[in-house]
């Protein structure tokens, strides 16, 4: 019988096919296989997670639930009793309707919920107010790094022109001249008279108390392995691996303390800022700013030092991209380089997505905290402060 070429090709066409869809299959079940045996080993105790990717040049220190805040010998339940009513006390300031209140709300994770700050006067400010959660923990403050920590830093908004904008003798003979004040400064520093040291302890102690509380991560570190999804452990090794972000956002705080440029300086054009350049006059430290905790980050936006961002799939566009985005800047003649940390990264919007929802474990509902009574004040406060506090402006997208 003569041979059939054409059923024969069919057959073994036929033969072909089933043999690479058995490969297909055998693929795609072992890349399955692959990341289902990747989320059990972050299911189980640290120490056995695979490896973190970062840059030969880090010192990556570990991913960890916050450390207890170091005690410091000035810190006493009166001296905070007393910094928590100067916190929220608007008599602080010039026009006395400006109080750190204000830009650190409780409500909006203690910042103020704008793309940048405005202060006395409601003049603009130029950068976006910080969270004052976990302040504590940081050496160097604000966005430049200007403050070494926190006693250092509480006299400075009370003086500066675009916050509360007082002479600071000034304020503190506002703050003496009430009665009421007298017994709780009596009681935190054995004298009923406030001093510019004595302010900054007392406002400083408030504020080292505003700490997280352990969020899913956390738990998740501690050994409850439910606490986070597939997607969630997914987007919590790129974090450690591809995406490169514990390249900066490391240790406890997801943060490494340190200044960097990663590439929104708007170098030479409308709204530059060189950030920790404008502190040390150091010309490497041009478009430099402090690597911010990625704790509570869903409450703190819009994000980065000038509220350029008002979501996190930007942010992370962003980063993938090796901040190009910016690339009109860095092509100017004397732009300061990008750090070469920040690299491209390659990932897939899958992979965004994953890292993305890993970001969201990393908050916890944040602490309510009701206004004190002030001494002296009435009852208006709350009003007061509150009407100052402008939640629902809508952020300004930079475009020039
Ligand atoms: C007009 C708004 C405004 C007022 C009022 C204000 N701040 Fe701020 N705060 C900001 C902005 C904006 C930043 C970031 C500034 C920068 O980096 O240059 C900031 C930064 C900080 C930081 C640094 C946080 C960090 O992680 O480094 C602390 C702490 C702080 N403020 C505490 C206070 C205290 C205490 C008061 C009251 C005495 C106060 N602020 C009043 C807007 C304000
Ligand atoms: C080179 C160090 C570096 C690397 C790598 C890096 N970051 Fe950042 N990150 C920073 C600095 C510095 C800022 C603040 C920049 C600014 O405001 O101009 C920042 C800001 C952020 C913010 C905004 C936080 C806020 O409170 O405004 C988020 C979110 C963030 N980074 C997430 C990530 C993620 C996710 C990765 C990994 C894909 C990553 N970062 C990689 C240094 C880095």
Known sequence: MPLNPNR???????????????????????????????????????????PI???????????????????????????????????????????????????????????????????????????NSMTLINVAYFESLFWDGRAEGLLD??????????????????????INAIDGYRPFIQEAFDSDQLTPERLAIAIASFVRTRVSFRNDFDRFMQGEHSRLTEQQIEGLHLFRTKAKCM????????????????????YDRRFEDLGRFEHTGEYDDRGKF??????????????????????????????????????????KP?????????????????????????????NRIPHFVRTPDLPNMGSNLSTKVSELHTTNEKPLLISE
Request: aromatic share 8%.
């Open 8 to 50: 024969n090709d069919s057959t073994f066409n036929k033969s072909l096919i089933k043999i690479f869809s058995l490969i297909v299959v055998a693929l795609i079940g072992s890349m399955g296989h692959g990341k289902q045996n990747l989320i059990e080993q972050y299911r189980q105790p640290i120490s056995e997670w695979p």
């Open 53 to 127: 990717e970062v840059d030969e040049s880090v010192n990556a220190q570990k991913l960890a639930p916050l450390p207890q805040l170091p005690e410091v010998e000035w810190h006493t339940p009166a001296t905070e009793n007393l910094g928590k009513q100067l916190f929220f006390d608007p008599r602080l300031s010039k026009s006395g309707q400006f109080a750190c209140v204000s830009c650190h709300h409780p409500s909006q994770g203690w910042t103020d919920g704008r793309r940048v700050s405005a202060g006395h006067d409601r003049s603009e400010g130029t950068r």
């Open 153 to 174: 830093l509480i006299l400075k908004p009370i003086q500066s022109p675009m916050e509360m904008n007082s002479d600071l003798d000034e304020a503190i003979d506002r």
């Open 247 to 266: 390249n900066c956002h490391h240790g406890p705080l997801l943060s490494d303390g340190q200044f960097h440029h990663t590439g929104l300086s708007y």
């Open 290 to 331: 402090r690597t911010p905790s990625l704790r509570e980050l869903s409450f703190t936006g819009p994000w980065m030092h000038n509220g350029l961002f008002t979501n996190f799939t930007g942010i992370l566009r962003m980063y993938n991209h090796g901040i190009t985005f910016n690339s009109r800047v860095q092509k």
């Open 334 to 362: 004397g732009a300061p380089p990008l750090s070469p940390l920040i690299q491209p990264l390659g990932m897939t919007m899958e992979e965004i997505q994953a890292l993305e929802s890993f970001l969201h474990t990393l």
